[in-house]
């Protein structure tokens, strides 16, 4: 998911292009698949991630969130949902089955607990991968650079990078699940 450049070109109240960049980077493909896990489509995903970031935004230049920026941004991902859903008069999730979600997905990806069984075997799981495909999935997840600047950094195509990191995220996933005895 690539944010529309009026996102990262606000600057708002002692906010500025940096601040933003730094909240969208971690938290922007984790919020992608929040939102793509309620609207379940893709291109309704991208544009409720676009909305979502452009109110938190408007609500950072008034204040801090408390706690988990993550949390903060998919209660704001699911007023948008229940906004849109709303308006369209479509299907919409019930307001249990949104707070289901949001524990769900805490749940499974261990977001804010480095001693979940996800978060222990993940790390486990990174310890086993080569030094070039470590290197590689901590720079992407890491920085985030986009996938030309890392295909450069690493001095490989984007087809390669592309083929790497598929290799290696099923490698992870599946020692994950070995480690955890989930599938995920």
């Given at each position: ?105 805490r749940d499974k990806t261990g977001e804010g607990n480095a001693s979940s069984p996800y978060a222990v075997a993940l790390t486990g799981c990174l310890e086993s991968l080569g030094d070039n495909d470590r290197k590689m999935i901590e720079l992407r997840y890491g920085l985030n650079p986009g996938r030309e600047a890392l295909a450069q950094t690493l001095d490989i195509s984007v ?26």
């Amino acid at each position: 998911m690539v944010l529309k450049e009026s996102i990262l070109d606000i600057q708002m109240n002692g906010l500025d292009r940096e601040q933003i960049e730094a909240i969208v980077n971690t938290e922007q493909e984790a919020l992608f698949h929040f939102a793509l896990f309620l609207a379940r489509d893709y291109n309704a995903a991208e544009d409720m991630a676009q909305e979502t970031f452009l109110i938190a935004c408007r609500k950072l230049a008034q204040e801090k969130p408390e706690g988990n920026t993550g949390k903060w941004l998919r209660g704001i991902a699911r007023n948008v949902y229940l906004k849109t859903k709303s308006k369209r008069n479509t299907f919409m999730l019930h307001e249990n089955l949104l707070e289901m979600a949001d524990n769900f997905w805490r749940d499974k990806t261990g977001e804010g607990n480095a001693s979940s069984p996800y978060a222990v075997a993940l790390t486990g799981c990174l310890e086993s991968l080569g030094d070039n495909d470590r290197k590689m999935i901590e720079l992407r997840y890491g920085l985030n650079p986009g996938r030309e600047a890392l295909a450069q950094t690493l001095d490989i195509s984007v087809p390669a990078l592309e083929s790497r990191l598929k290799r290696a995220k099923k490698q992870l996933k599946e020692c994950i699940e070995r480690k955890t005895g989930k599938t995920i």
